[in-house]
C-alpha cells in the first residue's frame, strides 16, 4: 500500500504535489485548531463542574459531622405527662391552639386531633416540636382549605416508646 501511495505522489506535477502538500498542511492546521477549541470549551465546563462539585462534597461533609454529632448526643426521654396535656401544651406553645377542634384521647400513648383551618407551616412546625417531646406522628389527613397555604387537619399521634 505505501509503494502504491509513493507511486501515485511521484506521478503527480510538482505543480499538483506541492497544492496537495498545501491543502494537507491546512487541513492539519484546521484539525489542530478544532480539537484546541473543543478542548478548550471542554476544560470550562470541567471547571464549572468541579467547582460545583466541590461545594457538594463540602456540603456532604459538613452534613457527616452533623449527623456524626446528632448520633452521639443523649436522646431525650420522653415526657411522661399525660399525652393529651402535652399537645394541647404544645398546640398553645406554636399558637395554632384556637384552629385545634377536637382532642380525643384513644389510650395513654395515642390521641386524634383535628384542625379547622391552620397554616400548613405553623402545621409542619408543631409537628417538629411534638418530635423533639417524643411524640410521632402516625396517621394524618390533610386537606387544602381555599384559602392560600391554609389546610384542615386530622392527625393520629403516638408516643414514642
Same mark, same amino acid.
Given at each position: 500500500m505505501r509503494a502504491q501511495l509513493r507511486k501515485q505522489w511521484e506521478s503527480r506535477a510538482p505543480r499538483e504535489r506541492t497544492v496537495i502538500a498545501i491543502l494537507a498542511a491546512l $487541513? +492539519?492546521?484546521? $484539525?489542530? !485548531?478544532?480539537?484546541?477549541?473543543?478542548?478548550? =470549551? &471542554?476544560?470550562?465546563?470541567?471547571?464549572? /463542574?468541579?467547582?460545583?462539585l466541590h461545594a457538594q462534597?463540602?456540603?456532604?461533609e459538613q452534613q457527616a459531622v452533623e449527623l456524626e454529632r446528632l448520633r452521639a448526643a443523649?436522646? &431525650?426521654?420522653?415526657?411522661?405527662s399525660d399525652l393529651r396535656t402535652l399537645v394541647e401544651?404544645?398546640? +398553645?406553645?406554636?399558637?395554632? /391552639?384556637?384552629?385545634?377542634?377536637?382532642? =380525643?384521647t384513644r389510650d395513654a400513648n395515642q390521641v386524634v386531633v383535628v384542625f379547622g383551618a391552620v397554616a400548613f407551616a405553623d402545621w409542619l412546625n !408543631?409537628?417538629?416540636? $411534638?418530635?423533639?417531646q417524643q411524640v410521632r406522628l402516625d396517621t394524618c389527613k390533610i386537606?387544602? $382549605? /381555599?384559602?392560600? +397555604?391554609?389546610? +384542615?387537619?386530622?392527625?393520629?399521634l403516638l408516643r414514642a416508646k
Amino acid at each position: 500500500m505505501r509503494a502504491q501511495l509513493r507511486k501515485q505522489w511521484e506521478s503527480r506535477a510538482p505543480r499538483e504535489r506541492t497544492v496537495i502538500a498545501i491543502l494537507a498542511a491546512l $487541513l +492539519g492546521i484546521a $484539525l489542530y !485548531w478544532w480539537l484546541v477549541q473543543s478542548g478548550g =470549551d &471542554t476544560r470550562t465546563k470541567l471547571r464549572a /463542574s468541579v467547582t460545583k462539585l466541590h461545594a457538594q462534597a463540602t456540603r456532604l461533609e459538613q452534613q457527616a459531622v452533623e449527623l456524626e454529632r446528632l448520633r452521639a448526643a443523649p436522646v &431525650t426521654p420522653a415526657s411522661q405527662s399525660d399525652l393529651r396535656t402535652l399537645v394541647e401544651a404544645q398546640a +398553645g406553645a406554636a399558637g395554632i /391552639s384556637q384552629a385545634l377542634v377536637k382532642i =380525643d384521647t384513644r389510650d395513654a400513648n395515642q390521641v386524634v386531633v383535628v384542625f379547622g383551618a391552620v397554616a400548613f407551616a405553623d402545621w409542619l412546625n !408543631w409537628i417538629a416540636s $411534638l418530635k423533639a417531646q417524643q411524640v410521632r406522628l402516625d396517621t394524618c389527613k390533610i386537606e387544602a $382549605l /381555599s384559602t392560600p +397555604g391554609m389546610i +384542615g387537619v386530622t392527625a393520629t399521634l403516638l408516643r414514642a416508646k
